[in-house]
């Protein structure tokens, strides 16, 4: 069982940054993989970065660089720190953790658990 907590949302300006933070309970985190998803309202749920239990990290091709996903393993945290913010990064921001291999990283379903969302507000 894993709870995760998002924090790090608000209001910025395009051509800000950002930088969230997830929170995840259990001893075990090490041995998950983090992903971060975004959604806006209407949409689907969309995949933005992961990384994974060996430290790789993948994103979408859109970031164009700008997102950076890192964790630290010692204090149970992910972080997605998002650059350059345009007003179509704006969305919900859920973080997500799981372990499976059975599914493609970017379906939603390779994940377990989810943490509540985060707001992140880009205006022009």
């Known amino acids: 069982q894993v709870q995760l907590v998002e924090s790090g949302g608000g209001l910025v300006q395009a051509g800000g940054s950002l930088s969230l933070s997830c929170a995840a309970s259990g001893r075990t985190f090490s041995s998950y993989h983090m992903g971060w998803f975004r959604q806006v309202p209407g949409k689907e749920r969309r995949f933005v970065a992961v990384?994974?239990?060996?430290?790789?990290?993948y994103y979408i091709d859109s970031m164009k660089g700008r997102f950076i996903i890192s964790r630290d393993n010692a204090k149970n945290t992910v972080y997605l720190q998002m650059n350059s913010l345009k007003p179509e990064d704006t969305a919900v921001y859920y973080c997500a953790a799981g372990r499976s291999s059975s599914y493609n990283i970017h379906n939603q379903d390779a994940y377990d658990y989810w943490g509540q969302g985060t707001q992140v507000t880009v205006s022009s």
């Open positions: 990384i994974l239990r060996t430290g790789d990290t």
